[in-house]
Structures are given as structure tokens and as C-alpha cells.
């Protein structure tokens, strides 16, 4: 097909020494070496929010369980939409890390790529400092107790998984840039493998938990090990972003 040209007019005479732009559809199949980065990173990227989602699921699984019947569900869910509110503001930061780090490697300008990365870094900190700050002032003032519940036992149980949800926001905002920052590096599919490492490990200390501690803390036990979870995942990006013979050798 032609392009119409600047007065509206399909296939119309173009000015003499410029050439024509042609558009034609391709029906052939591409090769497999064209769409394997493709399908690889698509396929990785699927696993890998299986796993968090499948541990989600099984946290919201293990919380419905506890012996603190319907208030530490409530408990559970409030604490949840909390957590993935600040995840998602510490997500603004993971996609910006990842378009500027893979606009670095375009450019093939490693200098820049871990220069980047610190910056990015620093902020995340920041941020997860921010968020700790502002989730303890919502916490100290019990005005997040008193936003979601008035029921006493329900508050009670969350008092104590908002300590946690505080403590964690740093790690939280730095795991989250740390994935940004990999994801620009195209390192999908090390990603996968590092979300299944974690989400075991995090199963292995709720279960080990569960056997020493007993159930009565249940929910505290399924917070511990989403925090696991997340320490895993930063220790894991850690070593792949250090790792000198990798795509970013932060430390170099």
C-alpha cells in the first residue's frame, strides 16, 4: 500500500527526489530465532507472577485458617490493601528503572546503565523510608485502626502485622526497583527462577514457624514469611546485579 501524502491525497505523485514509503503487510509465519526472545521473556514473566500469586493465595489460604476466626481474616485483608498500596507507589519507581536501564543498554553505554541503577536505588530507599514514616504516624496515631475497623479484636490483631508491614517498606521499595532494574537487563528469566527460590523459602519458614511456634500465631507466622519472601527476592537481584560477570557488575 502507498502512505497519503501531505495533502490528504492516497498514492498521489511524490516531489521529485524523495522516495515513497511502502507498507505491505507480511502473511508468512516468522522463524522460531525471531520470536524466541519473545516467547522466552513472555513465558518467564507468566511463572513468575504465578509464583507470587500462587504464595498470595496460599497467605490469604493460611489467614482464613488461624484461630483468630473472622477478625484476622479482616485483619489480614486490610493489612494486604495496605501493602500493595505502598507496593504500588514503590512500583512507579520499578518502571522507571526499567525503561531507563534498557535505553542504557540500547545505547551501549554500560557507564550509564550502573549509574542508573545507583540513582534508582538511592530513591527507592528514600521512598521506603517515607512510606515506613507515614504508615507509623497512621500506626502511633491509630488512625489507620480506626479507618478501616472499629472492631477491638480485628484491631488487635492488626497492631501487630502493621509492625512488620512498617519495618518492611525500605526492603519492599528497594526489591521492587531491584526487579525494574533487571527487567531492563532482560534478565526474565533469572527473575522466574529467583521467584520460585523465594516463594519456597518463604513456605519453608512459615511451615518451620508453624511446627515451633504452634497456630495459635498464625497470621503473624503468614506475615513473617511474606516478609521472607520479599528479603529472598532483594537477596537474589542482589546477587545477580553484583554479579561480575552479569549485565549490570553494580560494584565494578
Request: glycine share 6%; aromatic share 8%.
Amino acid at each position: 500500500g502507498k502512505l497519503p501524502s501531505a495533502d490528504g491525497q492516497l498514492g498521489s505523485n511524490p516531489p521529485k527526489g524523495k522516495r515513497t514509503l511502502s507498507v505491505v503487510p507480511s502473511l508468512s509465519i516468522p522463524e522460531w530465532n525471531e520470536i524466541k526472545p519473545l516467547v522466552v521473556a513472555s513465558s518467564s514473566v507468566f511463572l513468575r507472577t504465578a509464583v507470587l500469586q500462587i504464595t498470595l493465595s496460599s497467605a490469604a489460604a493460611m489467614a482464613a485458617r488461624s484461630e483468630g476466626g473472622a477478625a484476622s481474616v479482616a485483619a489480614h485483608q486490610i493489612a494486604i490493601q495496605l501493602w500493595m498500596l505502598c507496593s504500588f507507589v514503590a512500583d512507579a519507581l520499578a518502571a522507571a528503572s526499567q525503561g531507563l536501564v534498557a535505553d542504557c543498554f540500547g545505547r551501549d553505554d554500560q557507564e550509564a546503565v550502573r549509574d542508573v541503577s545507583l540513582t534508582v536505588f538511592a530513591y527507592s530507599l528514600i521512598l521506603g523510608f517515607a512510606l515506613s514514616f507515614a504508615l507509623w504516624i497512621g500506626d502511633s496515631t491509630t488512625f489507620l485502626l480506626d479507618f478501616f475497623t472499629n472492631d477491638e479484636a480485628t484491631q488487635a490483631i492488626l497492631s501487630k502485622i502493621l509492625a512488620l508491614i512498617i519495618l518492611a517498606q525500605p526492603l519492599n521499595s528497594i526489591v521492587f526497583s531491584a526487579d525494574g532494574v533487571l527487567q531492563g537487563a532482560s534478565e526474565f528469566t533469572y527473575q522466574a527462577k529467583a521467584m520460585a527460590l523465594s516463594g519456597a523459602t518463604a513456605w519453608i519458614s512459615f511451615i518451620i514457624l508453624q511446627e515451633v511456634y504452634g497456630t495459635t500465631e498464625t497470621l503473624l507466622h503468614v506475615w513473617i514469611a511474606l516478609i521472607v519472601l520479599q528479603f529472598m527476592r532483594g537477596i537474589t537481584s542482589f546477587v545477580k546485579i553484583v554479579e561480575k560477570d552479569g549485565p549490570i557488575d553494580l560494584l565494578k
